[in-house]
């Protein structure tokens, strides 16, 4: 049975699962959600999500939204990408959690503030603030990673998944990864792994139509 992500691909959110998928080779599809022109605020897809947000992913009768709640359903469900014992899986939903409070969280309204609002509306103020909550969180990641091949443990799992969702994506935002060496050779592993893909081309979406920056 195929299972599906509603997506579009601008969403670092929706990219963390899209990659979890991926790298699980668990068969899936994008639903493309065109966001940018109410697609998340129809009464159909606030029945699917009444949160209003991507990704939501339906696998059967399954229906679940949020990043990391996907990500722990397809590790749970494929055995892959969760750690090698119960101490790993407690670590990696740690930087899970960590990553969708501190780092994706800024990182997207950040990247969002500074790409797909027209140049008048972007606030300066609230730009420079968030990138400087940005700039610990990159500290903490780096540091985190400095002798170390992934997240947790010596293999891939979802809390690299997650913490380098916003990462990969083109449009500025604050962040320049030759600035950051520890977090530069762990994104180069992940981009080596067989399987993966950046977002454009995991997901459907026309990020030239609408980044100005």
């Known amino acids: 049975m195929t299972a599906y992500l509603h997506c579009f691909g601008e969403?670092?959110?929706a990219y963390k699962a899209a990659l979890?998928?991926?790298?699980?080779?668990?068969?899936?599809?994008?639903?493309?959600?065109d966001f940018f022109n109410g697609g998340t605020r129809t009464p159909e897809f606030r029945a699917?999500?009444?949160?209003?947000e991507v990704p939501v992913f339906t696998d059967g009768d399954l229906v679940l939204t949020q990043s990391g709640v996907i990500?722990?359903?397809?590790?749970?469900?494929?055995?892959?990408?969760?750690?090698?014992?119960a101490a790993e899986r407690r670590e990696v939903l740690r930087w899970v959690f960590w990553d969708n409070h501190k780092l994706s969280g800024q990182a997207g309204s950040t990247r969002f503030l500074m790409n797909f609002l027209p140049p008048e509306?972007?606030?300066?103020?609230?730009?420079?603030?968030?990138?400087?909550?940005?700039?610990t969180a990159y500290t903490v990641l780096n540091d985190h990673l400095a002798g170390r091949?992934?997240?947790?443990?010596?293999?891939?799992?979802?809390?690299?998944?997650?913490?380098?969702?916003?990462?990969?994506y083109p449009e500025p935002f604050g962040f320049t990864r030759a600035d950051w060496p520890n977090i530069d050779a762990w994104l180069g592993r992940i981009e080596a792994l067989p399987?993966?893909?950046p977002p454009y081309d995991l997901m459907p979406g026309n990020p030239s139509d609408r980044a100005t920056a």
């Open 11 to 13: 969403s670092g959110n």
């Open 20 to 33: 979890t998928l991926t790298l699980a080779d668990m068969e899936w599809q994008p639903v493309y959600v």
């Open 48 to 52: 699917l999500n009444p949160m209003g």
């Open 71 to 85: 990500q722990d359903y397809v590790s749970s469900k494929t055995g892959k990408l969760g750690g090698r014992s």
């Open 121 to 135: 509306k972007r606030p300066a103020e609230v730009i420079a603030f968030q990138q400087g909550r940005l700039k």
């Open 149 to 168: 091949s992934w997240m947790v443990g010596d293999q891939v799992t979802i809390a690299d998944t997650a913490c380098c969702g916003y990462l990969f």
């Open 195 to 197: 399987l993966w893909k």
